[in-house]
């Protein structure tokens, strides 16, 4: 079937109608200098396996986590993916294309976010949590516009807090008529702030970018003496091991969720997480299901709040946000409830026990140290190295590493590796081998 559904005899009339003679009449305003005299250069059609091949040829010129032993983070983590994980969260029940939470439909999605809000809320030791955001920076903007009362406006933001989602509170904040303040660190770790009256919240990543645990509950409890909130920005795999947010005196966290289930997908879709005091339950961004009864008795899930909805307090909304990520919470629900707080627990004991052997021989290269080898970390972890980072990295990428990603904003030298349960010892020792061999200027 020819793709132009027009005849030569329709093609004719058009032209007769408009009055001109042929499609070179149509042209002729056009200069002769301009005008391409000759066919296009484009190789002729193929069939359905030829252009299969080309597409394999061309895909296979990426170097991914399937082909490449993975130590880079940063954001984003090679944990492991049980297989049941996809195989319960692709079932056709979850992938309609229905609004997820028309109650006569989706009964099983409005019960299995239902259970993703549960499973957040213990996780952070908080209260309330919603079903979920884009990702973890657009939760991080959420934290502050629900933060943001009283009349206070400053913003006060650790500068050991991933710089992306610094920046990305910039670009929301100006216009929302707020500068995030970054405030010192010192050895990696951030320096208890001084809080005044004019404060609506602290923020704190724990661990935070560089892999460094920081002084979470003295920071925020110096947010609270100055009445500001406290805000963190947490690693969900490191709550299996490291105090909930809550308990550390967070009012409000925040996190990326990617790695609960989900695959690193090229950088997303990804999992927006929040969970925050009861008392500002109206206040939290989309929506949140909760679990009530029929006239029968007959327990079911329904939408309870969408305080900031589009079709509800519109005029009031202080976010645009009024949707959520199903699908990866989802995945996130199935995967929390497979692995249990126990399997949750070893995932973190894990990923930090390696992590700690890896830092142990990739310094003992000569001329690798660890960026800041007095602060402790949970899964990653910097080292200054005796050559440029991007070129170890690109040069490790040969031997079949992902070798870490490099930090310029700390020096050209610095790289963060990261370390996750599916990191075996025979694959860290390979790694402090090739990082040997490169920084001694081998090649190959």
């Known amino acids: 079937m020819r793709f132009a559904p027009h005849t030569e005899d329709d093609v004719r009339e058009m032209l007769g109608r408009i009055g001109v003679g042929s499609f070179e009449d149509l042209f ?27 597409l394999a040829r061309l895909a296979g010129r990426n170097r ?48 299995t976010l239902f259970e993703f809000q549960s499973m957040i809320c213990s996780l952070t030791g908080l209260e309330v949590s919603n079903a979920s955001l884009y990702d973890g920076a657009t939760a991080l903007v959420e934290a502050v516009n629900l933060s943001r009362s009283g009349g206070r406006r400053r913003v006060l933001v650790a500068d050991t807090v991933d710089p992306r989602a610094i920046d990305t509170l910039r670009a929301y904040g100006t216009g929302a008529g707020y500068e995030p303040e970054p405030f010192a660190s010192s050895g990696g770790r951030a320096v208890v702030p001084e809080v005044d009256d004019d404060v609506a919240c602290v923020i704190v990543q724990h661990p935070n970018v560089l892999g460094i645990l920081e002084p979470a509950r003295e920071i925020f409890d110096a947010a609270h003496a ?43 879709p990804y999992l927006g997480l929040i969970a925050a005091r009861e008392a500002d339950v109206r206040r939290m961004p989309g929506r949140i299901v909760g679990e009530t009864i029929d006239a029968d008795g007959r327990t079911g899930y329904v939408l309870t709040l969408q305080a900031r909805e589009q079709h509800i307090r519109r005029e009031k909304a202080n976010s645009n946000i009024c949707t959520n990520q199903t699908l990866m919470a989802v995945a996130a629900t199935v995967y929390l409830s497979w692995l249990g707080p126990q399997g949750l627990r070893e995932v973190g004991s894990q990923s930090a026990a390696k992590a700690s052997y ?71 020792d390979a790694l402090a081998a090739g990082l040997a061999h490169v920084v001694s200027g081998g090649t190959g």
């Open 226 to 268: 100055g009445g500001a909130r406290a805000v963190q920005v947490f690693d969900p795999m490191s709550l299996g091991v490291l105090a909930p947010p809550g308990e550390l005196g967070a009012d409000v966290a925040v996190g990326e969720g990617q790695a609960l289930g989900n695959h690193l997908n090229f950088g997303g």
């Open 28 to 54: 002729s305003s056009i200069p002769p200098g301009v005008r391409l005299e000759r066919p296009l250069a484009l190789p002729l059609g193929v069939s359905e396996m030829e252009i299969l091949d080309d």
């Open 64 to 111: 991914d986590v399937d082909g490449l032993v993975c130590f880079a983070g940063a954001g984003a983590y090679d944990h492991y993916v049980p297989s049941v994980v996809w195989a319960l969260a692709g079932r056709s029940e979850f992938q309609t294309s229905y609004t997820p939470y028309q109650p006569e439909l989706s009964q099983g999605v409005l019960q």
């Open 358 to 428: 890896a830092a142990e021989r990739c310094t003992a290269v000569a001329g690798v140290e660890l960026l800041y080898p007095d602060a402790p970390f949970f899964k990653e972890f910097a080292l200054r190295l005796p050559v440029p980072a991007e070129q170890v990295r690109d040069a490790l990428v040969e031997r079949g590493f992902l070798a870490g990603v490099p930090l310029s904003g700390a020096g050209e030298d610095v790289l963060l590796v990261a370390v996750t349960e599916r990191r075996s010892r025979e694959e860290i």
